[in-house]
């Protein structure tokens, strides 16, 4: 059965819509270049053929990140970790510009990662700001605050990689920013929405004081490759 929403599989409706471009593809599995996002796209019924296309596109031993997926995976694949998350969409967000926080581009992306490392906000790689929209805010020249775009779902745009170094942390910063990041948003006629971990409770009662609500559970998991796998070998489904 299809999904009755594109939220419902957002990393799929994104590789076959908007962000087809950075799509690449084995049978009906989809995923991003490695250094742009770690997520792939299963259909939304995978059967043996789609985990056989797993194994072949990430490789054996490989971990294969699985953004939104809820159902079995093969009986003897591994579950490295999972973490149960929420999607949160605009139910009335004060969207606005904010005239401190800056564009950031490819030149920044070692600051950018640098921060990333040292707040954990999620993935963000060397190419994941060709994804959409970043912008930062500095203090003295540092880069201490961004926020930006990462899946896009047609008519749907997920703000991301929202951090704040802790030395600045208390000042409203993450918050200006997803406001102006969603300000953009909203200027293309898209919508707003999110993810968090579902026991982030800071992350989500900030979200909602901002004006999203939840709209569904979800959850993130990493799934392993066995090492004995060799393509085109059929995969059993529990």
């Not at 294969?64 to 079995?72: M, S």
């Not at 510009?97 to 490819?106: H, K, M, S």
């Not at 040292?118 to 959409?132: D, S």
């Not at 200006?176 to 990041?181: F, M, N, S």
């Given at each position: 059965?299809?999904?009755?929403?594109?939220?419902?599989?957002?990393?799929?409706?994104?590789?076959?819509?908007?962000?087809?471009?950075?799509?690449?593809?084995?049978?009906?599995?989809?995923?991003?270049?490695?250094?742009?996002?770690?997520?792939?796209?299963?259909?939304?019924?995978?059967?043996?053929?789609?985990?056989?296309?797993?194994?072949?596109?990430?490789?054996?031993?490989?971990?294969?990140?699985?953004?939104?997926?809820?159902?079995?995976?093969?009986?003897?694949?591994?579950?490295?970790?999972?973490?149960?998350?929420?999607?949160?969409?605009?139910?009335?967000?004060?969207?606005?510009?904010?005239?401190?926080?800056?564009?950031?581009?490819?030149?920044?992306?070692?600051?950018?990662?640098?921060?990333?490392?040292?707040?954990?906000?999620?993935?963000?790689?060397?190419?994941?700001?060709?994804?959409?929209?970043?912008?930062?805010?500095?203090?003295?020249?540092?880069?201490?605050?961004?926020?930006?775009?990462?899946?896009?779902?047609?008519?749907?745009?997920?703000?991301?990689?929202?951090?704040?170094?802790?030395?600045?942390?208390?000042?409203?910063?993450?918050?200006?920013?997803?406001?102006?990041?969603?300000?953009?948003?909203?200027?293309?006629?898209?919508?707003?929405?999110?993810?968090?971990?579902?026991?982030?409770?800071?992350?989500?009662?900030l979200y909602e004081a901002l004006g999203?609500?939840?709209?569904?559970?979800t959850a993130f998991l990493e799934a392993?490759?066995?090492?004995?796998?060799?393509?085109?070998?059929?995969?059993?489904?529990?």
């Amino acid at each position: 059965m299809s999904a009755a929403h594109v939220l419902d599989n957002p990393a799929l409706a994104s590789l076959t819509g908007p962000h087809a471009p950075f799509a690449e593809r084995r049978g009906r599995v989809l995923r991003y270049p490695l250094d742009v996002s770690p997520w792939l796209a299963l259909p939304d019924d995978p059967d043996e053929r789609d985990w056989a296309d797993v194994a072949a596109l990430a490789g054996p031993g490989a971990g294969v990140p699985l953004a939104g997926y809820t159902g079995p995976v093969p009986d003897d694949w591994e579950i490295s970790f999972h973490i149960e998350g929420v999607q949160l969409v605009d139910a009335g967000l004060a969207a606005a510009p904010d005239p401190e926080a800056v564009r950031l581009t490819p030149a920044d992306v070692p600051e950018m990662l640098d921060l990333v490392a040292r707040t954990r906000p999620g993935p963000f790689l060397p190419r994941t700001i060709e994804l959409g929209t970043y912008l930062g805010i500095r203090r003295g020249g540092a880069l201490v605050a961004m926020a930006g775009e990462r899946l896009h779902p047609p008519g749907w745009t997920e703000i991301s990689a929202v951090c704040t170094d802790p030395a600045f942390r208390g000042q409203g910063l993450a918050a200006r920013l997803v406001r102006a990041v969603a300000h953009g948003i909203r200027e293309r006629g898209e919508s707003p929405f999110l993810h968090t971990g579902a026991q982030n409770t800071n992350a989500i009662r900030l979200y909602e004081a901002l004006g999203f609500r939840l709209r569904r559970r979800t959850a993130f998991l990493e799934a392993r490759v066995p090492e004995a796998l060799g393509e085109g070998r059929a995969v059993p489904v529990a």
